[in-house]
C-alpha cells in the first residue's frame, strides 16, 4: 500500500489528500490494527485507515505555535490505550488531543516543554498510562506526569544526540526508561543508558556501544533490547534468566562444524571413460587453479587493453573519443591529386586500358559509333548538313601543320566534339 501525495500548492493542507513534504515520523494505533498516524513537514499530522488504500487520510491534525500559524511537528505518538494522540513541534512544545473528539482544539499543552528550535525527537507513553517520556534535542530526557502537565516530574540531562530520532522506551516492568547517547567528539564509544522512573530519572546502569545509539527498542514481551548504532549495525542485548525467544534461540544452538568440502573452491569429479573434451584435469594444488584462472581475461576481469591505431571492435584509436573527429583526421589525411595536371593526359593514363579491357565504351558505340563516322565521311550525315559535310575532304579536319583539331565548323559544335572524341578513343 502507498498513500497517496498531496498538492503542494494548495495553502490549507487540510484540503489536500496527504503530506505534501517529507516525513518525521509514523506509528500504528495500539488499539486499533487498521489504523496508523505519520507526521510531516508541512505542519500536519494525518491519521490513515489501510481499508482506504492510502487514497485519503480520514482525519488531518494541524499543530499550531504561540501566535497562531503553522507549527511543524518532528514526531508523534499514541498512548497505550489509543485514547490520546501527542505531537512533538520543532519549538519544543508538546500538544495532545483526545482522539474520541475532533482534533480541533489541544487537550492539553506545554509550550516551555523543550528549548525553543531544538525539536523533539521521541515521545513515549508509559505502560500504566500516566507518565510520558519526551527526549529533546536539547541533550535532555524529560518526565511527564499527564495529570499535572504544566511542569516536569524530573529531568536527565547530558544526553548528547546527534540524531534527530533518537528515542526512548519504558521497560516491560515501567520501573525504567532507557534512551540511546550519541558520540561525543574525540570518543569512540556512544552508550545505552538506563533510568530509574521513581528516582528522580537517576542513572541506574550504561552499556557501552561502539557507535552512536540511533534507536533502540525493548520488546515486552521477549524482554529483549535491539539498539540500532550509527556504524549501520545493531546490537541485541539479552538476559538469560529473564528473556525468551529471539536472540535465545541462536545462542542456545551449538556452532555447526565446517566440513572439509567446504574448503574446496570447485568439486573434482573423476570420470575414468568420458571423453577427453568432457574429461577434468585433476590438479593437485589450489594455486595451480588460481594462476590459472588468473591468467584467463573473462575469469580474472582484466580491463580492456588501450587502442593502438585506428580502433577495434567498435571503439576508436587516440585520434579522439568521437566519430566526427575520426572524420575529420581522416579527410586531413588524405592526399589531394595535383590540381596543374592536364585533363586530357590523365585521361589517357587509362587507354591502354580500356584497350585491352573495352567494357563500358567500345560495346556500347562498337556499332553506332561506326555506322555514324561512315556516313560522315560519304557527306550523308543529316546532323552537319550537306555543305559542311562536303567541304571537309579529309575526317578529322586537319591544321597546316597536320595537327587535329578540336572542333569541325558547323552548326552544332558539340556534336563534332563528341564524334572526334571517339574516333581518338578507336
Known amino acids: 500500500m502507498e498513500c497517496v501525495k498531496g498538492d503542494m500548492y494548495l495553502v490549507d493542507m487540510s484540503n489536500t489528500k496527504g503530506h505534501c513534504h517529507m516525513l518525521h515520523h509514523g506509528c500504528w494505533n495500539p488499539k486499533d490494527r487498521e489504523e496508523f498516524m505519520t507526521c510531516s513537514d508541512d505542519g500536519t499530522i494525518r491519521l490513515w485507515n489501510i481499508n ?13 505555535s504561540t501566535h497562531g500559524r503553522r507549527m511543524i511537528p518532528t514526531t508523534c505518538a499514541y498512548s497505550r490505550d489509543g485514547k490520546w494522540v501527542v505531537a512533538g513541534c520543532e519549538d519544543g512544545s508538546i ?17 516551555n516543554a523543550h528549548h525553543n528550535g531544538t525539536g523533539i525527537s521521541s515521545l513515549t507513553f508509559s505502560y500504566d498510562g500516566l507518565c510520558m517520556a519526551s527526549r529533546g534535542g536539547d541533550d535532555t530526557l524529560k518526565l511527564w506526569d499527564l495529570r499535572q502537565f504544566k511542569a516536569p516530574v524530573a529531568v536527565a540531562e547530558d544526553l548528547f544526540n546527534r540524531f534527530p530520532m533518537t528515542n526512548c522506551t519504558f521497560s516491560p516492568n515501567d520501573k525504567l526508561i532507557l534512551t540511546g547517547v550519541s558520540t561525543k567528539k574525540g ?22 556501544v561502539p557507535s552512536s545509539v540511533v534507536t533502540c527498542i525493548w520488546h515486552p514481551k521477549i524482554n529483549q533490547i535491539v539498539a540500532g548504532t550509527g556504524a549501520g549495525t545493531i546490537k541485541v542485548l539479552y538476559n538469560p534468566e529473564v528473556s525468551c525467544n529471539g536472540a535465545m534461540l541462536c545462542v542456545s544452538k551449538m556452532m555447526r562444524k565446517k566440513r572439509t568440502e567446504e574448503f574446496i573452491a570447485k568439486p573434482i569429479i573423476i570420470a575414468p571413460n568420458a571423453l577427453p573434451m568432457y574429461k577434468d584435469e585433476r590438479v593437485r594444488r589450489l594455486s595451480t587453479v588460481r594462476l590459472r584462472e588468473r591468467l584467463d581475461p573473462q575469469k580474472s576481469k582484466r580491463p580492456e587493453l588501450p587502442i593502438t591505431g585506428a580502433g577495434q571492435q567498435g571503439r576508436l584509436g587516440t585520434h579522439g573519443g568521437t566519430l566526427s573527429s575520426y572524420i575529420v583526421k581522416n579527410i586531413a589525411l588524405q592526399k589531394v591529386g595535383d590540381s596543374r595536371e592536364d585533363p586530357r593526359t590523365a585521361l589517357l593514363k587509362y587507354a591502354a586500358d580500356a584497350e585491352k579491357n573495352p567494357y563500358w565504351v567500345s560495346p556500347a558505340y562498337k556499332t553506332y559509333v561506326s555506322r555514324l563516322l561512315g556516313r560522315v565521311a560519304h557527306g550523308d550525315c543529316p546532323l552537319l548538313g550537306p555543305s559542311q559535310s562536303q567541304s571537309s575532304s579529309r575526317w578529322p579536319p586537319t591544321t597546316a601543320n597536320n595537327q587535329r583539331t578540336s572542333s569541325l565548323p558547323g552548326r552544332n559544335p558539340r556534336l563534332k566534339i563528341n564524334v572526334l572524341f571517339f574516333h581518338e578513343v578507336r
Not at 482506504?52 to 499550531?64: F, S, Y
Open 95 to 111: 500538544q495532545l488531543w483526545d482522539h474520541n473528539k475532533k482534533f480541533v482544539n489541544i487537550s492539553m499543552m506545554n509550550r
Open 187 to 208: 570518543a569512540d564509544n556512544g552508550a545505552l543508558v538506563f533510568m530509574d522512573r521513581h528516582a528522580g530519572l537517576k542513572r541506574v546502569e550504561e552499556v557501552a
Open 52 to 64: 482506504d488504500e492510502g487514497k485519503r487520510q480520514r482525519n488531518v491534525v494541524k499543530p499550531r
